[in-house]
C-alpha cells in the first residue's frame, strides 16, 4: 500500500489517503569508469564521448556487472518492455 498527504480543502487540514500502488519501475543505471573519469574530463557530447574516450577495462565489468544486474533483477523474459 501506498500512502499520500492530500489537501482537504473544505478545512484546510490534511487527509492521509491510501493511493493506488504504481505499476512502474524506474531504475537509474550509469556507465561504468570512463577514461574521461580517470583525466578528470567531463565528456558530455553524445556523439563522441564514447568514441574518443571510451570505457576502461573496470569500467566494460562494472556495465557488465549492471546489465547482469537489471537482467536478474526484471527478468530476461521482461526486457522487450524496458525503454531506455
Known amino acids: 500500500e501506498a500512502w ?3 489537501p482537504n480543502n ?3 487540514s490534511i487527509d492521509i489517503q491510501v493511493l ?4 512502474n ?3 537509474a543505471l550509469r556507465h561504468g569508469e570512463s577514461e574521461a573519469n580517470l583525466a578528470g ?3 558530455s557530447n553524445y556523439e563522441t564521448g564514447s568514441t574518443i574516450h571510451g570505457l576502461t ?3 566494460v565489468t562494472q556495465a557488465r556487472e549492471a546489465a547482469t544486474f537489471l537482467l536478474e533483477t ?4 521482461n526486457v522487450q518492455d524496458l525503454i531506455v
Not at 20 to 23: F, G, K, S
Not at 74 to 77: E, L, P, S
Open 25 to 27: 519501475r524506474y531504475f
Open 57 to 59: 577495462p573496470k569500467g
Open 4 to 6: 499520500g498527504l492530500v
Open 74 to 77: 526484471i527478468g530476461r523474459d
Open 20 to 23: 493506488p500502488r504504481l505499476r
Open 41 to 43: 574530463i567531463i565528456s
Open 10 to 12: 473544505a478545512n484546510g
